[in-house]
């Protein structure tokens, strides 16, 4: 856990290996674009370039790396860090976004909505990504033309597959592999340049701007596929909490950025000189010879990429569901001295069976890349509104100041949000579909469970009564330590009442436990867990967590052992709800279509058990039903 008292500052050594863990875990996904980011663009020019435009479409690709990931996200949006972490979930949390109340309602929606649509991208990541490294042999030989689609496929299934088994022996070759990858697209581009420096005179503005007053709406399309050396820049922002603001910015600045410069500029160039031209201009920067290996190379960069998407989405899913947004699911520690080491197997065969399912629907790279970009956009443009709230109600940002800053942000995001649209026909639908449904999953788990604590509250007995007949000894009390799992802030939870009731008896010692996810990254264990007694036998305890751990339950109420020495938290016996939704009769708060929807999520969510760690001989589930 980390605090702020006991954080010990990094040494030179250790700053220097986080910089190249950053490159091996966040800028995997940025790193791999010139794979296809020009060969979409030569697919929007059709195929044909003058000096005039070539030198136009850089100056686009410098100044979007350079405003958007250099200032944007390296200088602004990762100061808005909730606690160290960051991520789209941590900032809606930061700015109060975080339910549907009035005053938090737009934001909320404009968050949830770019949380969601990351789900879409992390689907057309990987597959996108492998297809455009395999699709490097065609430009040798034809004759594994074929093979190309099921090779992909299969390193798609393997990547999933490895999943189960955590990432924590392989991601230590992370680093040194993309740096290797960095340092070869650096040389592949100053061999390009070395033929035609004329090139670095795109660092102009101009030769931009030009570009898309002469080219109109040739010049819109292509803004779409420039969009793409962007992608994986929300990554900056999510990885922030594990790795720190230091290594990720330095090892853009000094490693990153000018490779993907010198890359850039390497390809243009050999557009310029060719004038015509099919393809992928990446691999044809290669001498012949070289093709097989940079395959080779590419291949492993690009799963390093997926590899970043996938960690990325179990870590949001455990965020969102700690927060609220999501049903409680099975995550596993796949690491047990690495924290963010996470694995989620339904949120990781879903993405297999989606991403797989796309890659052979789509059948090349290039046909995927008008599907790639609308998700990603969007989320940029919510995340520079979510970064304006920021500025104004945690920084205390003037108005003038905060649009001022925002304003810029907000013109380069609509730019390309707006010329991503034109994508829609032809792919960028998928992930915006998607990005829906989870949307809708979201805000109807949430709605849904509003409803059941409310109808909780209606129907709660008075605690006072119960109290009564304690004290009076009406109600026998038996040997052990009883555990009652309550989301009611009430110290006499229903759960108990009802469990008397049909029991007629009740432990020595018992402990009603409310679990609390708070909207910080982590809580401080001295903090973890108190309590306070209600009457004789009995306590009252609170549990909290952030919205970045793993609950541990009987680790937390270690804590409660010096209340009394015979409160057996190990072998007590552990009481939760396991509640059937039904439709309230009348009118119910949740509509005809969401009811059904919510009362499968809440159905299948995971049990107690496995989501606060504790032992199965040890539990008993009450059902009880609920009306909503």
């Known amino acids: 856990m980390r605090s702020s008292a006991t954080v010990r500052p990094a040494t030179s050594h250790e700053n220097n290996w986080l910089w190249l863990t950053a490159l091996g875990i966040v800028y995997g996904d940025l790193g791999t674009s010139p794979l296809y980011t020009l060969q979409t663009v030569v697919q929007a020019m059709g195929g044909h370039f ?10 686009l690709i410098f100044w979007t790396l350079v405003i958007t990931v250099s200032v944007k996200y390296c200088v602004f949006v990762m100061r808005a860090d909730n606690h160290g972490a960051g991520g789209i979930m941590a900032l809606m949390s930061l700015v109060g976004a975080n339910s549907f109340r009035h005053g938090a309602r737009v934001l909320t929606v404009m968050g949830l909505l770019g949380a969601a649509l990351i789900y879409g991208d992390g689907v057309i990541t990987p597959a996108i990504s492998v297809l455009s490294a395999v699709e490097g042999v065609n430009v040798v030989t034809d004759a594994f033309k074929p093979f190309v689609m099921p090779i992909a496929v299969l390193i798609l299934m393997v990547l999933f597959a490895a999943q189960r088994f955590g990432t924590e022996r392989i991601g230590s070759a992370f680093g040194p592999i993309m740096l290797l990858w960095f340092a070869v697209i650096a040389a592949l581009g100053v061999s390009g340049i070395v033929r035609n420096p004329h090139v670095l005179v795109a660092v102009n503005p101009v030769h931009a701007v030009e570009f898309l ?11 779409g596929g420039v969009f793409l050396c962007i992608t994986g820049a929300e990554a900056l922002y999510a990885d922030m909490g594990h790795l720190g603001r230091g290594p990720i910015r330095g090892s853009w600045y000094w490693v990153v950025l000018p490779a993907l410069l010198l890359s850039y500029a390497g390809q243009t160039a050999l557009l310029i000189e060719k004038q015509t031209i099919t393809g992928n201009p990446f691999f044809q920067l290669a001498p012949s010879w070289a093709v097989y290996p940079l395959v080779v190379l590419a291949t492993l960069a690009t799963v390093i990429a997926s590899q970043a998407i996938i960690t990325g989405s179990f870590s949001m899913t455990r965020q969102a569901m700690q927060l609220g947004w999501l049903p409680g699911v099975n995550i596993r520690q796949t690491s047990d001295e690495v924290y963010g080491q996470i694995y989620v197997p339904a949120v990781n065969w879903m993405m297999m069976i989606v991403t797989v399912a796309i890659a052979v629907a789509f059948g090349s790279s290039d046909k995927l890349a008008g599907a790639y970009g609308t998700a990603v956009s969007t989320t940029m443009l919510v995340t520079t509104c979510l970064l304006y709230a920021a500025m104004r109600r945690t920084w205390r940002w003037s108005a003038a100041v905060s649009l001022g800053v925002a304003g810029v942000f907000l013109l380069v995001d609509l730019a390309f ?11 960028g639908w998928l992930p915006l579909t998607l990005g829906a449904g989870v949307f809708f999953i979201m805000s109807t788990w949430r709605s849904g469970v509003d409803c059941v604590h409310d109808a909780l509250a209606g129907t709660e007995e008075d605690s006072r009564q119960f109290l009564e007949e304690l004290a009076s000894g009406k109600i026998p009390r038996v040997a052990g330590t009883g555990i009652f799992l309550t989301k009611s802030p009430r110290t006499i939870p229903p759960l108990m009442i009802f469990h008397v009731q049909h029991m007629g008896s009740l432990h020595e010692r018992v402990v009603t436990l409310t679990v609390e996810f708070k909207e910080t990254p982590r809580v401080d264990p001295a903090q973890r867990c108190d309590a306070e007694h209600i009457t004789d036998g009995i306590w009252h305890a609170v549990a909290r967590f952030g919205f970045m751990e793993i609950p541990d339950l009987c680790r937390a109420l270690t804590n409660l052992k010096h209340l009394d020495p015979k409160l057996d938290t190990d072998g007590g016996v552990y009481f939760a709800a396991r509640d059937l939704i039904v439709r309230k009769p009348g ?9 059904p929807v919510f009362a499968f999520l809440y159905r299948n969510a995971v049990k107690v058990v496995d989501r606060f760690r504790l032992p199965s001989r040890n539990v008993v589930e009450v059902a009880r039903k609920i009306e909503v």
């Open 50 to 59: 003058t000096s005039s435009s070539a030198l136009g479409i850089l100056s």
């Open 587 to 595: 009118h119910g708060r949740l509509s005809h279509w969401r009811l």
């Open 213 to 223: 007053a002469h080219e109109r709406t040739a010049g819109f399309l292509v803004l």
């Open 417 to 427: 949000f707006c010329a991503n649209l034109l994508k829609i026909a032809d792919g």
